[in-house]
């Protein structure tokens, strides 16, 4: 005889929010993905994570398969342009059938085989409040430039680096004594809250106004 706990959990389960499936593209240490896999542990976010993937030896990697996720190296062969990498990559993908493909500290700009295979179906996270400060080193942009407030910022992807459609924004203040490092670890606390309710909010087809 199920416990009405057991009873409630499998119920969810078997609902077909459960069954929305996320792929995560890292390049790093992965904090990002690590808060996501979490929450879906957690039941917070529903969904199924059924692949990591990086382009590089990451941290990342051993951290999904601590989760039990399926995860990949995926490198770029010697010589091979953006577009073919991308190609060979969408390929792979698309073997996952992602509803939401979702990059969290990967550092590849994307080219046209992957818009193209996934359109509107990629979503990143910027530790900046965009438009402001994109590219690369933000947090550091934002302490030279001087700004008061800055944060993060969920967006669409599309063929810039950080143009596209914004989804959702956090603000964190810049404290006076600050350093990079300071900053950079306000802002990414403040992504970590941000991340997983705009990806379960896009999952459930619902316009994201404000998380
Ligand atoms: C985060 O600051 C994210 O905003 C940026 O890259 C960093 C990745 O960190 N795109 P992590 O790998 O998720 O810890």
Redesign the pocket.
Known sequence: MKTLKEFFSSWFLSTPQSKRRIVIL??????????LLEKIKHGKLRAQCTLVVSDRK???LEIAKNFGVRSELFEKQKGEAREAFDKRLAERLKREKPDLIV?????RILSSPMLQAFPNRIV????ALLPAFPGLN??KQALDYGVKITG?TVHWVDSGVDTGKILAQASVPVLAQDTEATL?AR??KA??ALYWKTVETLLCGMEVRSV
């Open positions: 890292i390049s790093g240490r992965g904090s990002n993905m690590q808060a990451a941290k990342g990059c969290a500290g990967y550092l990143n996270i910027h530790p933000a947090q993060c950079s802002i990414l992504e970590h």
